[in-house]
């Protein structure tokens, strides 16, 4: 038997005074009451009731007992009232992982608009490089960059993540701009590096791709390499969302579009549920809304905007 639906009989009983009137609230017959309360001495080896031919009463017992039970019972509707609360409207704290250029860009400055949304919620942004395991390390949501390995997650597409090559106006004023990317060789070319490993440039055109020789400048974090391009140093390959302020701004110029790389497919994942909560199913809305393939273009791509909207 259920031991809870046991414990919810015995107050029953206890509440009514008689095995009868707690038969009727539950639609049960008297003697399968009976067999709930029996169920329960059993397994505490004692007498809960002492059974006249009129009444029940309480043994010292059963009225600690049935103290423990109405605790019990207490704690367990305020946790049901409080599950359904948070089914009903978005509440409670919302856990997120995205990449470091991408979170630190555009997704940390757009939940702050997810939150005067939703007064409710509060989020933990985690930014982090590496492949976070959603349900291991107890996270709602992703924001994924390439592609994707974890089967066992629901995919929702954004839009591309596109690169832009950049330098400032007083490198290329002291080393020339280059056209193509053969020219590159003769520059400071910033490399991002994964742990010890370079990521080398590989330009895209009618050729094929062109990969270029080892940079005198690498850096794991692209903000680095914007703050080295920024000082007239080289020409950084970042992705537009870390650049767009720059290029908009001037202090960045954008050079070889017609040579980037193809742009990487970009998700929002989650883990499967079927009940999932309104804090996350409002957060999956709202980054669809701004970022999804219907959304409006990115400011990258328009160098006369000045506020950050889409990467």
Known sequence: MDKLRSMEIFIAVVDAGNFTAAASRFNLSPVMVGKHIAQLEATLGARLLTRTTRRQSLTEIGAQYADQCRAILAQIEA????????????????????????????????????????????????????????????????????????????????????????????????????????ELAQHECLDFVVGDIGVSWRLQSVHGKHALPPSRFRANNGQALRMAALKDFGIVMQAEVLLAQDIAAGRLVPILSDYLPAPRAMHVVYPRDRRATPKLTTFIDFILERLGPAAPLPLASSRKRTTLTAP
């Open 79 to 182: 946790a049901e009232r409080g599950a359904e609360a948070m089914r009903s409207v978005p509440r409670g704290r919302l856990r997120v992982t995205a990449s470091t250029s991408f979170g630190n860009e555009w997704l940390a400055p757009a939940l702050t608009d997810y939150l005067r949304l939703h007064p409710e919620v509060s989020v933990d942004l985690n930014l982090n490089d590496r492949t976070v395991d959603l349900v291991d390390e107890g996270y709602d949501a992703a924001i994924r960059i390439g592609a994707l390995d974890d089967s066992g997650m629901i995919a929702r597409p954004l839009q591309p993540y596109k690169m832009a090559i950049c330098a400032a106006p007083g490198y290329l004023r002291q080393r020339g701009t280059p056209h193509t990317p053969q």
